[in-house]
């Protein structure tokens, strides 16, 4: 049985003016994150991605380092942004240890870094207040360069960005200074 999925709360993407896009017609109310026009297509199959993921390995929600997983599987752009293939490949290694090793004591926690409150009024279903930040925070990102939709190199800065998410801790255990490719990325502020 599939759990239906997850939609990322809807905010206003800012034009470059700073005012809200018009508006092209309703959108079904359960529309799923992965459908989300503001995503590239790449991105939208990342989601889609860490959604089975996190159902395979029985997780109750989609969290950081489901995301990190996805997007060094799937999107070549995020594969580029760090130092040479051996790092990837380290920070592969982890995450596939996942459900066999150190991932294990997540199962059946909440990721919360404290960007959102865990206990909230309106909760993401399928989803961890942290892998919720991020993808806001991508959303923004996104925005803010005057592109209407994120790409994985957003969400890969968002999550580089939280030094309490699990996908940070993946980085770290792998050899991988989080905080100097969040600085390479935000530096780059176009998506290259």
Excluded: K
Excluded at 18 to 26: C, D, L, Q, S, Y
């Amino acid at each position: 049985m599939q759990s239906p999925t997850p939609q990322v709360p809807r905010q206003p993407v800012p034009t470059r003016a700073g005012t809200e896009p018009p508006r092209t017609g309703a959108r079904p109310a359960r529309q799923g994150v992965e459908q989300d026009a503001r995503l590239t297509v790449e991105l939208a199959s990342v989601l889609a991605a860490a959604r089975r993921r996190a159902h395979r390995d029985a997780d109750e929600q989609i969290d950081t380092a489901h995301l990190l997983h996805s997007l060094l599987e799937t999107d070549p752009a995020v594969r580029a942004a760090f130092d040479g293939g051996p790092q990837v490949a380290r920070v592969l290694g982890y995450l596939v240890q996942r459900s066999i090793g150190y991932g294990l004591r997540w199962q059946g926690t909440v990721e919360d870094s404290g960007a959102v409150p865990v206990l909230r009024e309106d909760p993401v279903a399928g989803w961890s207040p942290a892998a919720v930040a991020a993808m806001n925070h991508a959303l923004a990102r996104a925005a803010r360069r005057g592109d209407p939709r994120a790409a994985g190199l957003d969400l890969l800065a968002a999550l580089a960005a939280d030094p309490s998410c699990r996908a940070v801790e993946v980085l770290g255990r792998a050899g991988v200074d989080a905080r100097s490719l969040a600085g390479r990325l935000s530096g780059a502020g176009r998506l290259g």
